[in-house]
């Protein structure tokens, strides 16, 4: 914690530390050490896809994203999906960052369009022969639509034809729902971590 408090940037008050591996390989010394600094504990699993990812057939227009107009989407619909303090700053931030790694193809991010209107998303990061996905969003207003299954099938597909052979998908253990929509697409439960997490405010 010392050491990332000597990283951080004046002003910066959201604080994430992940450990590879299952919470109960974890100490009660650093359980303690968590809850000392006030921080919430959450067991990530990465799932992974070495098979054809299947999502059910959807109206929705699904391209990877073409310009400025999406990145705006982008940000409007990740304020829409999670409201915490701060959040536009790092948007903000955050933003263009991915848009320097797409440009060098570090990169690459998808959409979901009903009418022009993004209403899910999600980015991939290629690493060889495994490709990693990146902060799915689903619009609220339609979720439970097939409109994040479809971006991520759209995403396989094209990362396959560029040679990945593996998908890997972190998703929060305590996320049935997500899970299980994850599974129906042809994921399966892989390497465990542990995030230690203490949002602003």
Same mark, same amino acid.
């Given at each position: 914690?010392?050491?990332? &408090?000597?990283?951080? %940037?004046? !002003?910066? *008050?959201?604080?994430?530390?992940? #450990? +590879? $591996?299952?919470?109960?390989?974890? /100490? @009660? ?69 991915? &848009?320097?790694?797409? %440009?060098? !193809?570090? *990169?690459?991010?998808?959409?979901? #369009? +009903? $009418?022009?209107?993004?209403?899910? /998303? @999600? ?79």
């Amino acid at each position: 914690m010392a050491r990332a &408090r000597a990283a951080a %940037a004046p !002003g910066v *008050a959201h604080v994430a530390v992940v #450990f +590879d $591996g299952a919470l109960d390989a974890l /100490s @009660a010394e650093v359980i303690a050490a968590f809850e000392a600094e006030g921080l919430q504990r959450e067991e990530l699993i990465a799932m992974t896809s070495t098979t054809e990812v299947h999502a059910p057939t959807t109206r929705f227009d699904v391209r990877p994203f073409a310009g400025d107009d999406d990145w705006a989407a982008l940000r409007e619909l990740s304020l829409l999906c999670d409201d915490q303090p701060g959040l536009a700053v790092y948007l903000d931030g955050w933003i263009p960052s991915r &848009r320097t790694c797409i %440009a060098a !193809g570090q *990169a690459r991010w998808w959409g979901a #369009f +009903d $009418g022009g209107r993004l209403i899910a /998303s @999600a980015g991939v990061v290629p690493l060889g022969a495994v490709a990693r996905y990146q902060d799915v969003q689903t619009h609220p207003d339609v979720r439970r639509q097939g409109a994040a299954s479809a971006v991520l099938a759209a995403i396989a597909a094209d990362e396959r034809a560029r040679g990945a052979t593996t998908l890997v998908i972190v998703v929060a253990a305590d996320n049935p729902p997500a899970r299980a929509a994850y599974r129906r697409l042809g994921f399966v439960d892989g390497d465990r971590a542990v995030q230690a997490l203490r949002r602003p405010g």
